[in-house]
């Protein structure tokens, strides 16, 4: 439990960062094409933890700009496993989404989890280990 709990003030310091680091712009792709050099990034989605897991793990993700945000997961062959948030978001607040697969039979092995919002996409990778 302490693991955790030091896991979860570390994302939220991670996606608190982003947000006060409005100065700072990252080159992305929205709608297929890139972003220019002084643009700033409306979206930030971090890596899973822990990962490898189950049966729950945490995404931290953030929003600098309001917004509805979808956040699918997709097995390996990108079949949709399931769809873990579909909803409107305000700026400014780094979020937590806390996952559980334990209630679906899903097997072990690599997972992709995608955030769409204001048509720019993110994609990160994931693996269950039952």
Partial sequence: MKKFLISLVITAFICLVFLTCTDKYITTLEDGEELSGNSSVPIFL???????????????????????????????????VAIVLDRDFTAGVPYIQFVEFYKKDIPSGDYYYVMEGSGITKIRKMQVLK
Avoid: C, R
């Avoid at 890596?47 to 189950?54: A, C, E, R, S, V």
């Avoid at 793990?57 to 097995?75: C, D, E, G, Q, R």
């Fill in 46 to 80: 971090g890596q899973n933890d822990p990962n490898p897991f189950y049966p729950a793990t945490n995404i931290p993700f953030a929003v600098n700009t309001p917004m509805h945000v979808t956040l699918k997961v997709y097995s390996e062959d990108w079949q949709e």
